[in-house]
């Protein structure tokens, strides 16, 4: 048994210029934040009024197996998000609403900081109107936004970006058996002076991985099979990756700050929560982690300001 063990690690260094190790030293997760109000907004498809003709078309004989599909993902994707504010706000409020209701929603609940969830079909097939006012709203709203994966993308072509598939072909030339970015993936942080990775090569603060510090590489979910097309005027590209370059952009301008990351840095405590002790914190769970609460500190400082 040993042997095999043996041969097992050796393989997985080969792959890897950095330290393997499947553990982290034991980091309390500590709730460093007093307070914070998030609004939750779900991102993806519910009934058929969230659809448009070409969904009816498209999806003939299977709209409802498709939106069962939909409104699960959207349960455990807004869970999710939920479960990060909770772990590291003292004093947390949140209030989950669909995209057509952001809008509403954010005057009624008034929050310091908005995170949008991932989406799974192509926004074509979304009704145009929902579209439409999320379009207006994210140009002109002042409240701090988090756009996670397909929010991210939705995020881009509200600012007049394209969207592709990780082989650079048009949506609709490929709906399905895309190429896709998927697991556990390493992501290069273009911008290391960018707040958002505050700690990240400070060792007497948080000790990331030894990939890390030595080459400003983040490990963090991914699960997508669409790209932004470069980076929307009035951002900045903040990571990139060997499959998609935009992994990661920040617009820090006209009283706005929005981030939108690709990749899935909410799974961090659906990951942490699955270990058997609190003592097994695997070195997966802590980047995305890191980054949510570092924007959450953000969102408040932008308000004070």
């Not at 097992?8 to 034991?26: G, M």
């Not at 617009?251 to 990951?271: A, C, P, T």
């Not at 002790?277 to 969102?299: I, Q, Y």
């Amino acid at each position: 048994m040993h042997d095999s063990v043996a041969t097992a690690v050796e393989l997985e260094n080969s792959f890897s210029p950095f330290s393997n190790a499947n553990f982290c030293r034991y980091e309390p997760v500590l709730k460093r934040i007093d307070h914070a109000k998030v609004l939750i907004v779900n991102d993806l498809l519910r009934y058929a009024s969230d659809l448009s003709p070409l969904a009816f078309t498209d999806w003939k004989g299977s709209i409802e197996s498709k939106l069962r599909f939909e409104r699960k993902v959207s349960s455990l994707a807004c869970n999710n998000i939920a479960e990060n504010v909770i772990r590291l706000v003292k004093n947390p409020k949140t209030l989950t609403v669909h995209l057509s209701e952001v809008e509403a929603a954010a005057e009624r609940f008034q929050p310091d900081a908005i995170v949008m969830s991932g989406t799974f079909a192509d926004f074509d097939y979304y009704n145009a109107k929902h579209l439409g006012d999320f379009h207006k709203f994210i140009r002109e709203t002042k409240i701090p936004v988090l756009a996670i994966c397909g929010a991210h993308q939705l995020v881009a072509v509200s600012f007049g970006a394209e969207l592709k598939t990780l082989d650079d072909l048009e949506l609709a030339e490929k709906r399905n058996d895309r190429l896709v970015e998927y697991q556990y993936r390493f992501v290069k942080i273009v911008d290391p002076t960018d707040p958002i990775f505050a700690g990240h090569d400070d060792g007497s603060s948080r000790r990331w991985q030894e990939y890390t510090n030595k080459d400003d590489i983040i490990r963090v979910w991914q699960n997508h099979g669409v790209q932004v097309d470069g980076v929307p005027a009035g951002f900045k590209l903040l990571a990139s990756s060997y499959l998609c370059r935009n992994q990661m952009m920040v617009k820090r301008n006209e009283g706005q700050l929005i981030y939108s990351v690709q990749f899935h840095l909410e799974k961090s405590f659906e990951d942490w929560s699955k270990n058997p002790t609190r003592w097994e914190h695997v070195n997966e769970s802590r980047d995305g982690r890191v980054l949510f609460e570092n924007f959450l500190k953000l969102a408040l400082a932008h308000n004070a300001a």
